[in-house]
């Protein structure tokens, strides 16, 4: 690149991205994982399993079957995870409407300064960082989800050695990204698809009305060997038409960001505490949970494992009931009300391995 | 998502609904009535396709 072609790139992010605060892209160095590290023979439904805001989505019951997880990263500088996929049972036979993508589902709250105006968006840029064992295409798309459906794509051949690859979305007109809470846009790595899917041309030029077929055109399959594996991160999104480098953010405020979709309070021990108890009656009381930040939506609550009542005896059922900023009311049934009634203690019940979880993902 | 056992739930010493237990895949949860929550909206598509939550006791 020519000395006049760099100034020229470098007074482009200038003008038109945002420096500081740039990635939309939550868990993007895949270092948050509140759910499990690594969760074996997935592939039978879509779901939430390992690293915090990545969804893995199927669709028509594909027979492969692989594990996903949060892998070690030691030969690529500035990172130390990755979203690791391994291929662990073969699908020979794609029907047409099969489907596996890394997706993660964007809030339209987050998505405001990609806006030109009410009805259009800027220029924006997808990268990350990835390799395969052996080389596989696989396809980035970005698809809105709000008003008529539009999306892009680009294939990508990833390689065995860590590179970054990265996609420009044209800034374009009749777009839709509404300001709350609800899903606005999604970006998709396409790992497996069936001809519905992939038997079109791909749509790599501009946003556009959304045609299946030319989502996922010229992709191979992820589940074509048991030898196949594939690792990213270093995902971001920011303004502009330059990838620039990753926006690198600290653990605890990558933690904050994915606990507006997902807080989990696990036990690291036998009888630890949780929440204080009012004990309304012999078999009812109520938990209040003071939440780490504000979450995107009322949450679905459950439990694993076993609880009780310091003062009462075992947890049999609990149901939410309200949410008011970040406090959080659980119903508990049980055995609640005992010697210490009116109060208690909500703990483990000698169970290291129990956890709450609050879930309000996309 | 596969649903099954949708049960209401009310604010101890009301009527008033504020969640629905069920089974998703296999999971007991609680869902809030809140038509931001995902897992309210497949409840709510399951209801459509003809099933019916069993009102609080």
Redesign the interface.
């Known amino acids: 690149m020519t000395k006049a072609a760099e100034l020229a790139k470098m007074g482009e992010v200038i003008t038109n991205s945002q420096i500081g605060r740039k990635n939309i892209v939550i868990n993007g160095a895949m270092q948050i994982s509140q759910r499990s590290a690594s969760v074996t023979g997935l592939g039978a439904a879509t779901g939430y399993f390992t690293l915090d805001r990545w969804v893995m989505v199927e669709n028509d019951a594909s027979a492969g079957r692989f594990t996903m997880s949060q892998s070690a990263v030691t030969d690529l500088a500035g990172f130390s995870n990755a979203l690791k996929i391994d291929c662990t049972t073969v699908d020979t036979s794609i029907a047409a409407g099969e489907v596996l993508t890394i997706t993660q589902r964007i809030e339209g709250l987050n998505l405001q300064q990609l806006k030109a105006s009410s009805t259009s968006t800027k220029a924006f840029t997808v990268s990350y960082y990835a390799k395969s064992n052996a080389s596989r295409a696989i396809a980035l798309e970005i698809h809105t989800t709000e008003g008529t459906n539009k999306q892009i794509s680009a294939l990508h051949t990833i390689g065995t050695s860590w590179a970054r690859y990265s996609m420009t979305v044209p800034a374009a007109s009749s777009t839709e990204l509404d300001n709350d809470n609800t899903e606005a846009m999604q970006v998709n790595l396409w790992l497996h698809g069936g001809s519905t899917f992939t038997g079109g041309t791909l749509n790599t030029g501009a946003l556009a009305a959304s045609t299946n077929a030319n989502r996922a055109a010229g992709i191979g399959s992820i589940f074509a060997s048991t030898d196949n594996t594939l690792e990213i991160t270093g995902f971001q999104i920011e303004v502009g038409s330059q990838a620039t480098p990753f926006e690198h953010r600290s653990f605890g405020e990558e933690l904050a960001l994915c606990q507006r979709y997902l807080v989990k309070f696990t036990s690291t021990g036998v009888y630890q505490d949780f929440a204080l108890v009012s004990c309304y009656s012999t078999n009812a009381g109520r938990a209040i949970f003071d939440m780490p930040t504000d979450m995107r939506a009322n949450p679905t609550f459950s439990t694993s494992g076993a609880f009780q009542i310091l003062g009462g005896g075992t947890v049999t059922g609990s149901s939410f009931i309200s949410r008011h900023g970040n406090v959080i009311s659980i119903n508990l049934t049980g055995s609640i009300s005992g010697t210490n009634a009116p109060c208690g203690i909500l703990r483990n019940n000698n169970d290291a391995d129990a956890s709450l979880t609050f879930v309000a993902e996309l | 998502?596969n649903i099954t056992q949708a049960k209401y739930?009310t604010?101890?010493n009301t009527d008033t609904n504020?969640?629905i237990?069920c089974t998703i895949?296999g999971?007991?949860?609680?869902?809030?009535?809140?038509p931001?929550?995902?897992?309210f909206q497949a409840i709510q598509e399951w209801v459509a396709e003809g099933n019916t939550i069993d009102e609080a006791d």
């Open positions: 998502m739930n604010i101890p504020c969640s237990n895949d999971n007991k949860v609680s869902v809030p009535i809140d931001a929550n995902t897992d």
